[in-house]
């Protein structure tokens, strides 16, 4: 909600059009890129894929510190 009399804030930088050219000009160079060297990533695919898992592992779970505490807190709800 804006006051009246308040400062119009800034566009953060990906919504500004510096961020949008960049985003294209990005978009455009990985995709070349991507069809240039492409004998040279599907080459590292498989290993990529068994770094990708453990990885994805530890930050989709958040650690293994938390596991524990969910049923306790519904049985601490109930009367």
Do not use: K, N
């Not at 978009?27 to 990708?52: C, D, K, M, N, Q």
């Amino acid at each position: 909600m804006r006051h009246p009399g308040a400062r119009p804030s800034e566009p953060d930088f990906w919504s500004s059009r510096t961020g949008v050219v960049f985003t294209i000009f990005a978009a455009v160079a990985a995709t070349y890129l991507l069809f240039e060297h492409w004998s040279h990533v599907v080459r590292w695919l498989p290993l990529g894929l068994l770094v990708l898992c453990p990885l994805l592992h530890l930050f989709m779970h958040g650690g293994h510190g938390s596991h524990g505490g969910h049923d306790r807190a519904r049985r601490d709800e109930q009367p």
